[in-house]
Nanobody, 126 residues
Framework: QVQLVESGGGSVQAGGSLRLSCAGS????????MAWFRQNTGKEREGVAV????????YADDSAKGRFTISRDNAKKILYLQMNSLKPEDTAMYYC???????????????????WGQGTQVTVSS
């Protein structure tokens, strides 16, 4: 079965950097649309960035676009999120997600994705 396992979360001070990884297994095509989401307790899950099988990217907003970089290694089926200039408001559980069948991405809504990892916690202190 499809499995997604995130890693790389942790605690950093504001202004610091983290690189999240998401390793996929249980499938052979490494070009599915994939994304990063984040969620805090009591809040809705929100999209951070999405990347198509061809490497095309989209970010949730200008703040994410200027500080975060989503990338992927299709051969290894690994998704990355490089996060720089972290702010306390970036604190959340970060999840990677994979589309069920699509290589191209339709957007950053959770309902577009059928497979999810268990999450990795990112905590940014001021």
């Amino acid at each position: 079965q499809v499995q997604l396992v995130e890693s790389g979360g942790g605690s950093v001070q504001a202004g610091g950097s983290l690189r999240l990884s998401c390793a996929g297994s249980g499938y052979t095509n490494g070009r599915y649309c994939m994304a990063w989401f984040r969620q805090n307790t009591g809040k809705e899950r929100e999209g951070v960035a999405v990347i198509g099988g061809d490497g095309s990217t989209m970010y949730a907003d200008d703040s994410a676009k200027g500080r975060f970089t989503i990338s992927r290694d299709n051969a290894k089926k690994i998704l990355y999120l490089q996060m720089n200039s972290l702010k306390p408001e970036d604190t959340a559980m970060y999840y990677c997600a994979r589309a069920r069948v699509s290589i191209s991405c339709s957007g950053l809504r959770p309902e577009y994705f059928g497979y999810w990892g268990q999450g990795t916690q990112v905590t940014v202190s001021s």
